[in-house]
């Protein structure tokens, strides 16, 4: 059995969900909106090809294939009313014959919209609960009742930010190494922490030295980068490296001065950053995530934090769905 870490990322079993490799396009309309500086380019995740697409399509293809090997005959997670999340595991869900229960914070909509529409469509289940500290136990004691009833749950946490399910980003820069010159800096959207550690730790394994920068659409960059660390040992140990191998590279990066006033709450700037994506390129952005790092990637360019003999590549992770919330 081999013990090279990129055998080993190729061995872990996972379902075929995705088209790959998702494209890289120049930035022109962007980079000419703001006047030149670095060269801009955009990994196309929101075209992945399956359920609409999105970052969780890369983790789910892993941590679904973990669920299948169990025997799971339900798989059950959580998110907001409108996850992205949510509705992708309701789709891995239809596609492979299993019943899906979410749980989902907030009121329940009078009439179904965006994702929590597809979720209706995929025939998924939705339990609400008033607040997120409430999924996990409703989660957990969904999945008792269940196991009481003789059926066979596999839970899958927020996001699908598990060791496991950020593996799909390692893969991913595995994937961009074929496609294009490493680039300097990569900026996306960062929540629950798998994406941004994937892809930290795909850098590192493939000894790129891009800077890896997440951009918070809730929580503290002090939260994300112990969740973040804590993922990347996880990575780790799947890969069968010893424990540190992958702390070297250019620092992790999280910046959470694009919240606004919170989760899922346009900002001026991230409105505007929606905006001239689609003006200039013909790429949508959704208001919650991808859009705040969008804003972010903007002001970077604005205030001369990239050089403009620097490559920065925007990894577009999904969501647009929700522009039809």
Not at 4 to 18: E, F, Q, R
Not at 137 to 157: D, E, F, H, K, N
Not at 170 to 186: C, F, H, K, S
Not at 268 to 276: F, I, T, V
Request: proline share 6%.
């Amino acid at each position: 059995m081999s013990t090279d870490p990129i055998s080993i990322l190729s061995a872990v079993p996972a379902i075929a969900l995705g088209h790959y490799p998702t494209p890289v396009e120049e930035l022109n309309g962007l980079r000419a909106a703001l006047g030149g500086g670095p060269r801009l380019i955009v990994k196309r995740d929101d075209s992945i090809g399956f359920a609409f697409g999105g970052n969780k399509v890369r983790k789910l293809e892993l941590v679904c294939a973990r669920a299948l090997s169990e025997g799971a005959d339900t798989l059950i997670t959580a998110g907001g009313v409108q996850s992205n999340h949510a509705r992708v595991t309701a789709a891995v869900a239809a596609r492979h014959g299993l019943r899906c229960l979410l749980v989902a914070n907030g009121v329940p909509p009078d009439k179904p919209t965006a994702n929590a529409l597809l979720d209706e469509l995929l025939g998924a289940e939705v339990h609400y609960v008033k607040s997120r500290e409430d999924r996990s136990p409703t989660m957990a004691s969904a999945a008792a009742r269940l196991v009481a009833a003789g059926r066979r749950p596999y839970v899958i946490p927020v996001g699908a930010s598990t060791p496991l399910g950020a593996l799909g980003y390692v893969r991913a820069v595995g994937e961009l190494v074929g496609q294009v010159t490493p680039p300097d800096v990569i900026v996306h959207a960062s929540s629950s922490g798998g994406t941004q550690a994937g892809l930290v730790a795909g850098c590192r394994l493939y000894t790129q030295r891009t800077q890896v920068i997440g951009v918070s659409a809730d929580d503290s960059a002090e939260s994300l980068l112990q969740t973040i660390a804590t993922l990347i040992i996880g990575i780790e140990t799947i890969l069968q490296l010893a424990p540190g191998s992958l702390s070297n590279g250019p620092s992790v990066e999280v910046e959470d001065g694009f919240c606004g006033d919170g989760y899922g709450i346009p900002t001026e700037l991230s409105r505007e950053a929606l905006d001239l994506l689609a003006r200039r390129d013909a790429i949508f952005l959704d208001p919650t995530y991808t859009a705040k790092a969008m804003a972010a990637l903007i002001a970077y360019v604005r205030e001369n934090r990239f050089r403009d003999d620097q490559t920065v590549l925007f990894w577009h992770t999904g969501g647009q769905v929700n522009l039809f919330a």
